[in-house]
Structure formats: C-alpha cells, structure tokens
C-alpha cells in the first residue's frame, strides 16, 4: 500500500507557472506508475498526464500537451507535474494517483491508490 499526498497548488495568474508535487509512503514508489488527475466541480476526475516506473514514458492529455510536464524521482519518492503557461480552463483540483498493474490508464478506476488533491486557481 502506498499512501499519496500532494502540495504545490495555489493561486496564478494566466500565463503563470505552478509545480506540484505529490510525495509516496513507502518503500515501493518505484514499481509504481503514477499519474495526475484533475477534476472541477460536477464533473469527472480527467487525465491530466502519467509516468512510468522507470520514468522512461510519459503520456498528456491533449489539452496540457506541450505545457505541462511529469517527471519522477524514485529516490525522494515524489512525482512532479510542472505547469507552464497556465490557463483558466486548467482551474481544478488536481490528484497524483499510483498504478500498480502494467500499461497506461487513462480512466480513474485503472489506478489504485490516490492522494486527497490539491487546487489550483488559474484568474485571468
């Protein structure tokens, strides 16, 4: 089991930059894949973007691509997503979730352990 716990939401103006980050308990991040969600009021958690084990893949929703980037690090058990050139469409809280099956999933129920979420605010 693998307990989940982001930081690095707040408030930025359009245009702005925010890096998450979400720290793992215990001694197993590695044979994890991770990835970030984002859900806004009445509607579905979305995919936002996904690493995997050995960071060696990476995988964007369309609408972050080329602005927002994943990364990992295996030895400080953390996973980041750096924002650039936010937008206010990107207003939501955000989840870091763990895979532990193979593959990449792009649907909240193909991943098995999630973080209590940060918000982030983009004014415009």
């Known amino acids: 089991q693998v307990q989940l716990v982001e930081s690095g939401g707040g408030l930025v103006q359009a245009g702005g930059s925010l890096r998450l980050s979400c720290a793992a308990e215990?001694?197993?991040?590695?044979?994890?894949?991770m990835a970030w969600f984002r859900q806004t009021p009445g509607k579905e958690r979305e995919f936002v973007s996904h690493v995997t084990r050995s960071a060696r893949s990476t995988y964007y929703a369309d609408s972050v691509k080329g602005r927002f980037t994943i990364s990992r690090d295996n030895a400080k058990n953390t996973v980041y997503l750096q924002m650039n050139n936010l937008k206010p469409e990107d207003t939501a809280d955000y989840y870091c979730?763990?895979?532990?099956?193979?593959?990449?999933?792009?649907?909240?129920?193909?991943?098995?352990?999630w973080g209590q979420g940060t918000q982030v605010t983009v004014s415009s």
């Open positions: 215990g001694r197993t991040f590695s044979s994890y894949a």
């Open positions: 979730a763990a895979r532990a099956r193979l593959g990449v999933s792009y649907i909240p129920s193909g991943y098995d352990y």
